[in-house]
């Protein structure tokens, strides 16, 4: 992890409220692994607003993308950058995702929950099933990418404006019974709410795969040292203990979570 | 090689220069080497440390409010045996002088807690935390209570030779009975100050943001309230003190110092920017030697009242 100041090349938007914010951070950018995140000191909220953590969306030499969605006063100044601004980034902060599958990779993404799963999709070595939820279209980030990638798409929208209506355990489920009917091992990744990565892990357990979960909890020093972000973990002997999402994750294996 | 003495004594802790972390801001060190050199702070002071682990409290635990943020985390902690076996060997490699902040629920508790830090090698002070606003059972109780900071100080007093410095509640109506009381029971040095109690609402649900309902207020917007309760406490203090409390930058732990500190804590900004101790520092002595001083010893106290 480092500290470095970070020029903005370029802020794209997405979807509405959504954006796709290209800095340069060298020494960052090189040592990302698809779940790290950044933690992003955003300029003009000076001299005292906490830093925010991001999931990074994507990394390509020195160069590091990341989705965020304009959500309050933090997230409104990010948005107002424009290129050739800096600002202050440390990481790549946490533990990521694994990358050696040992069955089909299935990646479940909830709104901007994408973003992990699409540097993911870029890293993983084999290419298997994106299963995209949102409340309306609006929410559905990066679809194309994935195909382009080769992965299959499955989106869903709650209110039906785009894919299937319902939410994103409706293909889950088929493709796990799928995968059971042809004898092939399923490997989940998801990133999204609370509530969708609590389903995505039961259904691993019930599966007997793995599944690794990306957890979003607000954070403040991003480094494991003021344990704002903890979360109850249980170990393989089964005794318990709090972990910090921000160092000891953000990803955790679906049976390590005590929900 | 500087040409200021940065050296401060405070109580007993040698300190090679008057910077140091505020506990519970800096973790136990180890989380933050990686991003700035540890072994250049004056000390480094570690989350505190009860005798037993202890889980702290449900999550929310913090709140960003205008001019710092509001915590309850609640004191988790791996207990002094966790703490000696997982961060003292990172601690004591630093070189750096380690203040432990210890907490209890009884006299005993922090008695037994210091006993044993007392037999560690590389603990250098103890920073008695009497003013926590998160924990129910342990800390707050006692610092807004003169006796019970008297009789707390000479319980632990007895149990240890290490520098004892009791880190004090901001929130009390006169904050020299409290420093008079903890010099009198045996003090070595006096830390100050805590947060201050305070609660953040959610307006859209009407509930209190942080699980524990209430928490204690950090950050720049507490910084003036610091700089006069240990302008006040330096007026009878005969001990060093160590002075925290929203610092983020070289200008207000100079005022510190000029209010009678002998050292500073910086803490919330550490969570914004972790070289913020390294830049105080460094400013510090760049304001030495432009005002021709050439011990950071001699800027203690030196406020000009009249």
Known sequence: ????????????????????????????????????????????????????????????????????????????????????????????????????????????????????????????????????????????????DFERLGWTVRVTTQDGSQG??????????????????????????????????????????????????????HMVCGVGACLACVQALRREDGTEWIGRVCRDGPVFEAREIVW | MSDVDMRVDLGGIRMKNPVTVASGTFGYGKEYAELIDVTRLGAITVKGIRLQAWPGNPLPRHAEVPGGMVNAIGLQGPGVAGFVRDYMPFLRETGVPVIVNIWGTREEEYAEVARRLSEVEGVSGLELNISCPNVKEGGHAFGTDPRAVSSLVAAVRRATRLPLMPKLAPNV??????????????????????????????????????????????????????????????????????????????????????????????GTANFIDPATPLRVLEGIEAYLRRHDMNTVAALTGSLRAE
């Open chain 2, 173 to 266: 109506p006169d904050i020299r009975v409290f420093v008079r009381a903890a010099q009198e029971a045996g003090a070595d040095a006096l830390a100050l100050i805590n947060t201050l109690p305070a609660m953040v609402i959610d307006i859209e649900t009407r509930r209190p943001v942080l699980a524990n309902k209430v928490g204690g207020l950090s950050g720049p917007a507490i910084h003036p309230v610091a700089v006069k309760l240990v302008w006040e406490a330096a007026q009878v203090a005969r001990v060093p003190l160590l002075a925290m409390g929203g610092i983020v930058g070289p200008e207000q732990a100079i005022e510190f110092l000029i209010a009678g500190a002998t050292a500073v804590a910086v």
């Open chain 1, 164 to 217: 299937e209506t319902g939410l994103v355990t409706l293909p889950l489920d088929r493709e796990l019974a799928h995968l059971r009917g042809s004898g092939e091992m399923p490997e989940l990744y998801a990133c999204g709410p609370d509530g969708l990565l609590r389903a995505v892990g039961e259904r691993a357990i019930q599966a007997g795969c793995r599944g690794w979960l990306s957890l979003d909890k």
């Open chain 1, 1 to 144: 992890m480092r500290d470095v100041t970070c020029r903005v090349v370029n802020q794209m938007p997405l979807k509405a409220g959504y954006w796709a914010l290209d800095v340069e951070a060298p020494g960052v950018a090189e040592a990302a692994q698809p779940g790290q995140f950044v933690h992003v000191r955003v300029p003009g909220l000076e001299p005292v607003a906490l830093r925010r953590p991001f999931s990074i969306f994507g990394a390509e030499g020195t160069r590091l993308k990341l989705l965020y969605k304009t959500v309050g006063r933090g997230t409104a100044q990010l948005n107002r950058l424009t290129p050739g601004d800096t600002l202050q980034v440390i990481g790549p902060l946490g533990k990521g995702f694994p990358l050696a599958p040992q069955g089909v990779p299935l990646l479940v993404a909830g709104g901007y929950g994408v973003a992990p799963l699409s540097f993911l999709a870029r890293r993983l070595p084999v290419r298997g099933v994106t299963l995209i939820g949102g409340r309306t279209s609006d929410d559905v980030l990066a679809a194309e």
